[in-house]
């Protein structure tokens, strides 16, 4: 049995966390991430666009100092940022360059989401990339970021990039296999987010590498079907997981689009503007 989503897939928005990115030294993934960026230059000749939104640059700085625990002060989590962004994105392009491939570095903030000059620009800077043929690696500003306005892994942000770019499909790689019922069984598909299905979402269990979590992961599936974007949920680990989701092998947690909210023009950004403001108010 196979999934059918309500619309082709032509592009897709692909969240890595930063436990998909670094492993428990704090240094890159290279044979996941490897694979990573094949299965993206398949989905390419396919005429399939995908955008990265990629944590890790934080863990990886880490790595790069020989930490092993989260510093917790902002300038100390900003400069870590800054060495690992680097260390992230030279990782990408290498990697990308032996698929054939070849991608840029775009890092955003709530800013460029809340002005709607900014939002024009950077979907029209993302939609310019994928027509070139060039893999967007997103993350968030975290040199820039203040810890009021952050996204929370990344979660949120891939969600707000599945809305900007409008994606056919958000995929949300983890270290679990999708959203766990109170028998540890996971949901094959979420028609409605209810505040039952919300209590299933946890915390992450490590701290050191990931700030999210799948509570997270939910508000971010929130964001993202409301905007008429299917999520699937499920484990990064997976052979070829890109390539099987797309293909809609029922693997992970399927969850269902919206269709009751049409967006366009202004109505879009200012919907994209309501969750800064509800976040800013909490």
């Given at each position: ?12 928005v692909v969240k890595l966390g930063s436990s998909q990115i670094a492993d428990y030294a ?56 800054a060495i690992g962004q680097a260390v992230l994105m030279r990782t990408y392009s290498k ?6 491939l070849k991608c840029a570095q775009v890092l955003l903030t709530w800013d460029d989401f ?169």
């Open positions: 049995m196979t999934r059918t989503f309500n619309r082709p897939i032509r592009r897709v704090l240094k890159p993934r290279r044979a996941q991430l490897r694979s990573l960026a094949s299965q993206v230059g398949r989905l390419r000749k396919r005429g399939i666009e995908v955008v990265l939104v990629s944590s890790g640059a934080i863990v990886l700085g880490m790595g790069e100092l020989g930490e092993k625990k989260r510093p917790t002060e902002l300038a100390s989590l900003q400069a870590r940022a990697l990308f360059e032996k698929a054939g809340k002005a709607r000059v900014r939002f024009l620009n950077s979907r029209h800077t993302l939609d310019n990339l994928l027509k070139e043929g060039v893999i967007p690696v997103i993350n968030e500003n975290d040199t820039t970021s203040t810890q009021e306005i952050k996204f929370g892994d990344n979660d949120k942000l891939s969600a707000l990039v599945a809305g900007l770019v409008r994606a056919d499909l958000l995929l949300i790689l983890s270290d679990v296999s999708g959203l766990y019922d109170a028998d540890k069984r996971v949901f094959e598909e979420v028609k409605e987010i209810t505040a039952q299905i919300e209590g299933f979402g946890g915390g992450t269990k490590n701290i050191h590498i990931a700030r999210g979590g799948m509570k997270t992961k939910i508000e971010a599936v929130k964001i993202a079907t409301h905007a008429g974007v299917p999520c699937v949920i499920t484990a990064g680990n997976i052979r070829d997981v890109l390539l099987h989701v797309v293909d809609g092998q029922k693997i992970g947690t399927y969850f269902i689009e919206k269709n009751d909210k049409i967006l366009d023009g202004d109505m879009e950004h200012e919907f994209i503007r309501s969750h800064f403001k509800n976040r800013a108010s909490r």
